[in-house]
């Protein structure tokens, strides 16, 4: 079986729009999902589990890099869209990391355009690795890029 990596990128971004979309669905102060969820941290393989009852309908997967939660994607069952389950998941995700005291690393855009919707989260973005899906746009500051590259290569070791 051949993998197309642009197939597997161009489905990404098409998860990544239909939640997107979904944010925009109902009143944006409201977090909660039209359903009882409970979510769960798989911290062996490096995820969030939202379930209702045995069901996983969503995930967010993320890594430790350096002290701080390096967000990575978000994933929602296509027949659980549109009931704020995303929205919900992350919120439950962000506050979480608030309690631990960590900073995040936002790669996922499901999650930078939450956290763009709900500025309460902005703090928890980290300063110094934003990460590229993180709102609002941080511009680079100027550096040496190769010296950014390899302080994120020390910490992923």
Do not use: Q
């Not at 069901?55 to 069952?77: C, H, K, M, N, P």
């Not at 980290?126 to 890029?145: F, I, L, M, T």
């Amino acid at each position: 079986m051949t993998i197309s990596i642009e197939a597997e990128a161009a489905a990404r971004e098409e998860n990544n729009a239909t939640l997107i979309a979904a944010l925009d669905g109902k009143n944006l102060g409201d977090v909660e999902s039209s359903w009882v969820l409970d979510v769960i941290n798989d911290a062996e393989r490096g995820r969030w589990i939202a379930t209702v009852g045995a069901d996983a309908i969503a995930e967010l997967s993320y890594r430790f890099v350096g002290g701080r939660v390096v967000l990575l994607t978000t994933w929602v069952d296509p027949a659980a869209r549109h009931n704020r389950v995303a929205t919900e998941l992350i919120a439950r995700v962000l506050d979480e990391v608030r309690e631990s005291g960590k900073k995040i690393t936002v790669i996922c855009p499901v999650v930078g355009e939450f956290i763009a919707r709900h500025a309460e989260y902005l703090d928890l973005i980290d300063k110094v690795h934003p990460g590229s899906g993180a709102y609002p746009r941080h511009e680079p500051g100027g550096g040496n890029h190769d010296e950014d590259l390899a302080a994120l290569e020390r910490d992923l070791t």
